[in-house]
Each structure stands twice: as C-alpha cells, then as structure tokens.
C-alpha cells in the first residue's frame, strides 16, 4: 500500500544525506573564508580554471552552477569588481560574452583549490575507503537526471560543485 510518509529507511538515508551536506558546506566554506572567497565564487573561479585561457560563455557557467541568470551576474559582477574575472564578448558569435580569469583570479584559483582539496580529503575523502567511494559515485550517477539523455549535459568535473 503506498502512502505519503517516508519509511524509515528513507527518512533515515534522506536526513543524513541532508545533515552530511550542511555539515561538509559549512566546513569547506569556514575553510576558504581566510581567502576571502565563498563556495559560490570558488565554484565559478574552479570552472575557470577547468576551462582554461579561453575561459567560459556566461550563460554555460550560470547554467554549470545551476544559478538563474540574474543571480548569476550578481555573482560575477563581484568577482569582476574584485579583479578576478574579466568579461569579453565572444569570438565566436559576439552576440555572448565569455569570462576568464584574471591573473590575480588564478593564483587566487590556486590557493583556494589547495585549501579546498586538502579540507575535502580531511573531512570526506579519508572517511572512505576506495570501495565506498566507487559505491557512491555510483549512487550519484544513478541520480543524474541527465544521464543516458546524451547531448550537451555537464557531467563530471564540470559540474556546479566543482573542485
């Protein structure tokens, strides 16, 4: 018979899910406060990064980072005002505008992924061992609501938490 409330197994797997998120967040984000650099600015200078000296269209690094367009500016906006990104309008059709890195966005880039990669081997990475890791990538692709759909999706490294 169905019924609307979570078992107890769900509600047990969902609520840890929940706490672990919030947990693992707030202690990556404490880890790169003295860079004065929050989760949501890392993960767009991380995807810079990954993108390289030609950098990114704007609207894919909204859309990787899962954010509306307008947040997305504000976003940029700020991390431009503080010389860590510049806009330019695209080669490829000018009607776009790409962003790169700045070279103060980049060894800013590169402390912040030091700090992030050692904070997430301490606090999840070293929690698990090989097997568990695999086990749960596994369950994250399982979840994917663009896996199997093929065409233009991110995947991988490229995703909105990127490291």
Partial sequence: MATDELDDLEQEAWRGFLLTHDRL????????????VSMAEYSVLALLHEAGPDGMRMSDLAQRRLMSSGGFTRLAD?????????????AVDRRGFDATLTPG????????RRQHHEDLRALFF???????????????????????????????????LSC
Avoid: C, H, K, Q
């Fill in 25 to 36: 967040w707030r202690a990556l984000e404490a880890g790169l406060a003295p860079l004065n």
């Fill in 78 to 90: 700020r991390l431009e005002r503080r010389g860590l990104i510049e806009r330019r309008r695209s």
């Fill in 105 to 112: 966005g980049r060894a800013l880039t590169r402390r912040a």
């Fill in 126 to 160: 070293s929690r698990l061992d090989d097997d568990r890791l695999r086990g749960l990538a596994e369950v994250w692709a399982l979840l994917d609501p663009d896996a199997g759909r093929g065409g233009d999706a991110p995947t991988g490294s490229g995703t909105a």
